[in-house]
C-alpha cells in the first residue's frame, strides 16, 4: 500500500501484555478512501490492534494515525475517528434520546440528527431503554451512533455480532453507499469474512500478533493463484507444494502464493482464491490438508 | 468541544431518579408529621420541668431551626449517597462493560474521573442544601401555624428571616467547597482502594488505618495515622461551619429579631475563620496527597483500556 496520505501508519508495532506478544513487530500502512478488513483467529492480535490504533494501549514501535500520536493525543485523534470496541457496550441506564443528547455533546463530529435519521431504519425507538433492548437491537443502535459521526477514519471490532443477516447487509450497505466517501476510512474485524469480503478493499491478516498479509485485494488476485483440478491429478498438486488444498465444488483446489509451475498449471482451472481460503491457508500450518475434512 | 456540562449531565441522567427519591421522600415525611403527629416546642427551664413555648416572639426562631433542619437533613443524606456512590467511582461502568464505549469517546481520563466528583462531591450536596432550605420554609410554615397559629407565620420579619437563612446557606455553601478539600485525601484514597481492591478496599482502608494507627501509637508512641485522619475530619467539620470556635453568642433575653440581624455577620467571620484554616501543612500535604491518589486512578482507568483488550 501506498504511504501517500497514509492515514494509519506502523513500523514495528508491538504490544505486550508482561512476557506474551499480543502484537509483535508489524508494519504496514493504510491510506485514506480504503475499506480494510483485519482478520485473524481468536487472540491473534485483532482487538489489541485496534485498541492501540485509538491509544487504549501502550505500543512498542512507531504508530501515526490521522498524523498522531494515539496514545499521546487520544483525544484528539478520537475528535477525528469513531470506533466500536466491542458490542452491547452501551450504558444500560440510558435512553437512546438521552444517550444522542450525550454524544452531541462529547463528540464534535457527531451529528444527532443523522443518528435519528439512522434509527428510523431499524427497530430501536428513542424512548427504548438500552437495558430492555434485544442485544441485536442494542447493536444497531450503537452502530447508528457510530456511523453518525463524521470521522476520517472507522474503527470497527466485530460490530455485528448478533445481528441478524437482514441487518448485517443493510448495515454494510450503508457503510459502504453513505459514510464511506472515496475520503473516509474503515478498519473493520469480522469472523463474517464471506459477508464482507466483497466491500473490503484491502486486508490485513493477523496469526498470532504477527502480520501475515497485508496487501489489497486487487494485488490478492494477481498474487494468489488457484487452481482447481480432478482428484486424478491431485498428487501432482501436492508435490507442487501450494499453501493450501481444499475442496470446491465439484472437486478440490490448490492456492498457490505466485503462478504454479506451468506444467502444474496445465492440470487445472484457474479460479479465483476466496478471501476464506487464503485466511485458512496462511493462518494454518500449511502442511494440513483440508480435502480431508 | 468542553466535555464538562455533558458529563455532567450524565450523572443527572444516571442518578437523578435516587437524588429526588432522597430529596423528597424525607421532606414529605418530615412535612405530614409535622402536620398530623402531635407537635410542641419546649424549653427545659429549670432541669426538671419542661415549659411549652408558644410565646409568638419565638417564631422567627422556629423558622429559621425549620428551615435549618431541613437543609441539614438533606445534606446530610445526599452527601453520604454522594459518598457512597463516588466511592465506587472507578469501577462503575465496568458491571455493564460500558467503560468501553465511553473510552471510546474522545474525553480524557482525568476529566472523566473528575466531573463525576465535582458532581457528588460539591454540586449534588450543594443543591441538597438548597432544596433542604426550601422544603424547610415549608416546614416552617407548618410547624409555626400548628405551634403558635398561620397567622403567626405570615408575620414573620421575612426580611431578617430570609437574610439571616440564606447567610447561613452561603456559609455552607462555601463551607462545602472548604469541606471537600479537607476531606479529599480521604475520599481519594477510598476511591483508589476500591478500584484496587473492588469491595474489599473500604475494609482494607479501615483495617489499614486502624492496625497501622494502633502500630505506631503502641509501637513507637506515634498516633499519627489516626491522628491526621481524625484532624481532617475535624477541621472539614469546622470548614462546613463553626470555624470560629462555636456558634453565635445570644443572650439570655436577646429579642430574636437582633439575633437575626446578627446572623449574617456571623457567617461572615466563621467563613474567614475557616478560610484562615486553610493555611495549614496538613491541608497541603492532604491535598498533594489527594493528587497522588488521582494520579494513581487516571493510571488505573488507562491500564484498565489495556487490561480488557
Known amino acids: 500500500m501506498s504511504t501517500d496520505q497514509a492515514l494509519v501508519q506502523a513500523q514495528h508495532l508491538s504490544v505486550r501484555y508482561g512476557a506474551r506478544r499480543a502484537v509483535d513487530d508489524i508494519s504496514f500502512t493504510l491510506p485514506k478512501g480504503r475499506v480494510v478488513g483485519l482478520l485473524g483467529h481468536n487472540g491473534a492480535g485483532k482487538t489489541t490492534l485496534m485498541k492501540a490504533l485509538v491509544g487504549l494501549v501502550k505500543a512498542e514501535g512507531q504508530l501515526s494515525v490521522l498524523g498522531r500520536d494515539p496514545l499521546r493525543e487520544r483525544v484528539a485523534l478520537l475528535n477525528e475517528a469513531c470506533y466500536i470496541p466491542d458490542v452491547a457496550i452501551l450504558p444500560r441506564w440510558i435512553r437512546v434520546a438521552d444517550l444522542i443528547r450525550l454524544m452531541g455533546g462529547l463528540h464534535p463530529r457527531f451529528s444527532a440528527e443523522r443518528s435519528r435519521e439512522l434509527l428510523r431504519r431499524t427497530s430501536v425507538d428513542l424512548t427504548d431503554k438500552v437495558g430492555k433492548l434485544s442485544k441485536g437491537m442494542m447493536v444497531q443502535a450503537h452502530l447508528a451512533l457510530i456511523a453518525a459521526i463524521d470521522a476520517r477514519l472507522m474503527i470497527l471490532d466485530e460490530p455485528t455480532l448478533g445481528l441478524d443477516v437482514l441487518s448485517r447487509k443493510a448495515f454494510y450497505e450503508m457503510l459502504i453507499d453513505e459514510w464511506c466517501d472515496g475520503e473516509r476510512s474503515v478498519v473493520i474485524s469480522t469472523h463474517q469474512v464471506e459477508e464482507i469480503e466483497a466491500l473490503l478493499s484491502d486486508v490485513l491478516m493477523l496469526n498470532e500478533g504477527k502480520l501475515v498479509l497485508s496487501i489489497s485485494l486487487e494485488d490478492m488476485d494477481r498474487r494468489f493463484v488457484a487452481l482447481s483440478h480432478d482428484a486424478a491429478v491431485a498428487d501432482e498438486m501436492a508435490a507442487a507444494h501450494p499453501l493450501l488444498r481444499y475442496r470446491v465444488a465439484g472437486g478440490s483446489a490448490a492456492l498457490f502464493d505466485g503462478a504454479p509451475p506451468e506444467h502444474v498449471q496445465a492440470l487445472g482451472r484457474r479460479v479465483r482464491p476466496s478471501l476464506v481460503d487464503l485466511f485458512v491457508a496462511l493462518t494454518r500450518k500449511p502442511e494440513l490438508d483440508r480435502t480431508q475434512f | ?309
Request: with cysteine; aromatic share 8%.
Open chain 2, 1 to 309: 468541544m468542553n466535555p464538562i456540562l455533558p458529563l455532567m449531565q450524565r450523572e443527572w441522567l444516571q442518578h437523578r431518579f435516587a437524588w429526588a427519591l432522597l430529596a423528597l421522600v424525607p421532606l414529605g415525611l418530615a412535612l405530614l408529621a409535622l402536620s398530623f403527629a402531635q407537635v410542641g416546642v419546649g424549653v427545659d427551664v429549670d432541669g426538671d420541668t419542661i415549659t411549652e413555648v408558644t410565646d409568638a416572639r419565638m417564631a422567627p426562631v422556629f423558622a429559621l431551626g425549620s428551615m435549618a433542619a431541613g437543609s441539614g437533613l438533606l445534606f446530610v443524606i445526599l452527601w453520604v449517597a454522594s459518598l457512597i456512590i463516588i466511592s465506587g467511582l472507578a469501577r462503575r461502568d465496568h458491571g455493564d462493560r460500558s467503560v468501553e464505549f465511553w473510552m471510546s469517546l474522545p474525553v480524557g481520563h482525568g476529566t472523566s474521573l473528575a466531573v463525576p466528583l465535582l458532581v457528588h462531591l460539591i454540586l449534588v450536596p450543594a443543591a441538597a442544601l438548597l432544596i433542604g432550605l426550601a422544603g424547610g420554609w415549608l416546614l416552617s410554615a407548618v410547624l409555626v401555624g400548628r405551634v403558635m397559629g398561620i397567622a403567626e407565620w405570615f408575620t414573620l420579619p421575612w426580611g431578617a428571616l430570609l437574610g439571616a437563612a440564606l447567610a447561613v446557606a452561603a456559609r455552607l455553601l462555601a463551607g462545602l467547597v472548604l469541606a471537600t478539600l479537607w476531606i479529599a485525601p480521604l475520599v481519594l484514597l477510598l476511591i483508589l482502594a476500591n478500584a484496587w481492591f473492588r469491595r474489599w478496599g473500604l475494609v482494607l482502608l479501615v483495617v489499614g488505618i486502624g492496625i497501622g494507627g494502633w502500630v505506631m501509637d503502641r509501637a513507637f508512641g506515634q498516633p499519627i495515622v489516626t491522628d491526621l485522619v481524625r484532624d481532617l475530619l475535624v477541621n472539614a467539620g469546622r470548614a462546613l461551619a463553626g470555624a470560629s470556635g462555636g456558634g453565635m453568642v445570644i443572650g439570655k433575653d436577646s429579642e430574636p429579631d437582633l439575633v437575626l440581624g446578627q446572623v449574617p455577620g456571623w457567617a461572615w467571620q466563621d467563613f474567614v475563620a475557616a478560610l484562615r484554616q486553610l493555611a495549614s501543612p496538613l491541608l497541603a500535604g492532604g491535598l498533594l496527597f489527594a493528587a497522588g491518589c488521582f494520579a494513581l486512578l487516571v493510571d488505573w482507568r488507562r491500564r484498565g483500556a489495556s487490561a480488557a483488550a
